[in-house]
Every structure is written in C-alpha cells, then in structure tokens.
C-alpha cells in the first residue's frame, strides 16, 4: 500500500504515476486532494471547467454526463481517464485507489511518499479545492468559529 500526499504536485503528472501504479496492482491512497494544483492561469482553468459542466443532454437526465464538483472525485476521475476503463484490468484497478481530502486519522503516522516528476515550478496555478469552492464544494475539514 502507498499513501501519497497531493499536496503540492500538478494533478496531470501525479494522475500519471498513480495510474501506473495501480495497474502494477499497487494499492494506492492519496491524501490530501484539494491541495493538488493544475497549472495555467484562474482565469482560463475556471473557463475549462465551465464549458465542461455546460455539456448536457436534451434526451433523459440519466444518461447525461455527471461532473465531479468534490476533490477527491475530481481527482479520480482524472485517473480514470487515464486507465482503460472499458476493459475488465481496468475496472480492478480502479478499485485500488482511495483518494481523501485531508489526512484521516488511521493515515496520520503512515509515511507518505511525494512524487518528484510530479513536482515544478509554476508561476500560474490554481488548487483543485480553490476551484471547486466556485462551484458549491466547502472545505469541512476547517473549523469554523461560532458568532461570539
């Protein structure tokens, strides 16, 4: 089993590794999702992600496409795209990857691994819990204070 901590790496590059892995036939969980970046300027990232959820269908609402607004779905669905989903080997190796925002409890101590291809220097980026805060996900994992 490998945890790997998102923060900090381009999701495009850490999608790569991780679906490498996982169709070795590792057990991947990767923690800490909403701080994952993707590179490009605010501007042109939230333009992307609004052309994608305009995409509809005017037949039932079933077979209409389903967009992930959370990060950790997000981020599995990048690494989805990136398996042969279609194909049986493809469907087993999804099912080995965890993907959490935040560390859970259990994961605390677990050494992490970070991913140096994954890691570089960009001057525009945007974080995946940024983003989709601008379409309706909270970040639960921050405490709130009460109206004093």
Do not use: C
């Not at 490498?20 to 057990?27: H, R």
């Not at 859970?104 to 980026?125: F, G, N, Q, R």
């Amino acid at each position: 089993m490998t945890v790997i901590d998102a923060s900090g790496l381009i999701l495009g590059r850490l999608s790569t590794v991780v679906a490498k892995k996982i169709l070795n036939g590792e057990e991947v969980i990767v923690v800490n999702a909403e701080k994952a970046i993707i590179s490009g300027k605010k501007k042109m990232i939230q333009g992307r992600f609004q052309k994608r959820l305009s995409t509809r269908t005017l037949a039932s609402q079933k077979k209409a496409p389903k967009h992930p607004r959370t990060p950790e779905n997000y981020l599995r669905r990048t690494v989805r795209g990136m398996l042969p989903w279609k194909a049986p080997k493809g469907k087993r190796a999804y099912k080995r990857l965890k993907v959490y925002v935040g560390v859970p409890d259990d994961l605390k101590d677990a050494p992490k691994e970070s991913i140096s291809k994954a890691k570089k220097d960009v001057e525009y980026y945007t974080t995946v819990g940024k983003l989709l805060e601008n379409y309706g996900w909270k970040n639960r994992s921050i405490k709130l204070k009460p109206n004093a």
